[in-house]
């Protein structure tokens, strides 16, 4: 079951314009069961270059229902069909985003004849609707405009149906697979299928060879096919359609994974990983010494000048960890920039606060609460190893950190643990320690159980 939709709207952006017509055809498959257009009210102006373009002006749509007008009637058109259009994700973008406006989350299967028709109508030098509807001499009438765009469409499917009918049967069916037609052509969906389902890191490459994506997982299988479904955003789309490739490495352990991924997105700087290139962590707790001689700490804007103890996401994220490690060491308000007047802080005036703020505690008794409050950010100048999961049963993998730095991973043979820590020291292979390697570190050490440390 089927909705053939085609939709006129006031630009190309779906965040930014509305929509203008709307029409749907409903289909079983051999033939249309129902239909439904209307021209709809965008509430905003239509810039001349549109209505030159469509036909439909201002005051065409100006009695027109709107979006939430229609709402109601789109979502029972389509509900249990696969929604199919020509370029799927236009269509589909823009209907989601009006539903999104209304609190609604529009969701369904897609199908576009676009893709379908770049697989089973290949050799033309362009696929838009007008011009594969001249290829295959599929009449179309009032070009432009949602039902006769629609109706094209129509014809076009029930070819490439009839086309898909004709495949081998040891070809997969791309209209009842919606997952491999909407694949990039040059991508091999027996490929995706050969994804193990096992920790590691996986690549996305464009038809060119570019590697635009990388990305890691505890279920690679199930993550790379979670990936090539989503339908959820524009951005998600695009990067399907441009990934022709796709190859992957197991790391038997997540947090090798963590850490593999954060070192080749920064080395390689893939397009589609921009926003993990730029760190959400933007806020730090910073600690120095003052010129009393007391340790102090300063919530302040991340910058590269100067090392935080940790970071977060938000400024008030920061502050609140700050104010538990106050309270868990009875350290000054003031002291840690949690207390701003003059003189002493006010928890000194109330007996809870020492008085290292106006120096009733000397430097060393409140410095020495202060390390130790300092010492649940950093590994201070500890030594071990974290021993995790490996590849394979024979095998281990080793993150080494030495006096509170990272300097690499690797993976040792269970065999050679007879020998002491050696095996471990020369299986790894030295890679850069950063803000962001120290974050997942610590993250994964509270969140998860490794399966042993090993101090040395």
């Not at 009842?176 to 694949?183: H, Y």
């Not at 963590?258 to 933007?282: C, G, T, V």
């Not at 049963?393 to 993976?411: C, F, L, N, P, Q």
Request: overall charge positive; proline content about 3%.
């Amino acid at each position: 079951m089927y909705a053939i939709i085609d939709i006129e709207t006031t630009g190309g952006s779906a965040k930014l314009e509305k929509i203008t017509e709307i029409a749907i055809y409903l289909h079983d498959g051999k033939k249309i069961t129902g239909e439904y257009s209307t021209l709809v009210n965008p509430e905003r102006n239509i810039p001349y270059f549109i209505t030159s373009l469509t036909g439909i002006s201002n005051e065409m749509v100006e009695n027109a229902p709107r979006f939430y007008e229609i709402a109601a009637k789109i979502i029972e058109l389509t509900k249990g069909r696969i929604f199919v259009a020509h370029n799927v994700k236009f269509d589909y973008s823009f209907i989601r985003q009006e539903f999104k406006s209304l609190g609604y989350n529009f969701s369904r299967r897609l199908l576009d004849t676009c893709s379908l028709s770049r697989k089973l109508f290949p050799g033309y030098s362009s696929y838009s609707l007008g011009n594969i509807c001249h290829e295959l001499s599929i009449p179309v009438t009032d070009r432009h405009r949602a039902s006769g765009d629609a109706l094209a469409t129509v014809r076009l499917f029930e070819m490439i149906l009839e086309k898909d009918s004709d495949r081998s049967a040891a070809e997969s069916s791309l209209v009842r697979n919606p997952r491999i037609s909407a694949l990039n052509p040059m991508l091999d969906p027996a490929k995706i299928d050969s994804i193990p389902e096992e920790a590691g890191v996986y690549y996305y490459y464009n038809e060119k060879g570019d590697l635009i994506y990388i990305g890691k997982s505890k279920n690679l299988h199930k993550r790379v096919n979670t990936h090539l479904s989503d339908n959820s955003s524009g951005r998600a789309m695009k990067m399907r359609d441009h990934t022709a490739d796709i190859s992957w490495e197991t790391t038997g352990s997540e947090l090798i994974a963590l850490l593999r991924e954060s070192f080749e997105i920064k080395q390689n700087k893939p397009f589609y990983n921009r926003a993990q290139r730029r760190s959400s962590f933007r806020w730090g707790i910073y600690s120095s010494t003052d010129d009393k001689g007391y340790i102090i700490f300063n919530i302040m804007p991340v910058s590269d000048e100067k090392d935080p103890l940790t970071v977060f996401t938000s400024r008030e994220s920061a502050r609140s960890r700050l104010e538990s490690l106050a309270v868990s060491y009875n350290l000054c308000r003031k002291l840690t920039g949690l207390y701003e007047g003059d003189g002493a802080c006010f928890q000194y005036h109330v007996g809870i606060c020492r008085g290292a703020c106006c120096g009733q505690e000397s430097p060393s008794a409140h410095n020495a609460r202060a390390l130790k409050a300092i010492g649940q950010f950093v590994f201070s100048e500890r030594s071990f190893f974290i021993i995790d999961r490996g590849r394979n049963d024979d095998e281990k993998s080793a993150v080494r950190i030495i006096k509170g730095k990272y300097t690499g991973y690797g993976y040792f043979n269970i065999n050679d643990m007879g020998s002491g820590l050696e095996a471990i020291h020369d299986c790894i292979k030295p890679f850069p320690d950063n803000r962001d390697i120290q974050v997942i570190l610590k993250q994964y050490l509270k969140n998860n159980k490794a399966e042993k440390i090993i101090e040395f």
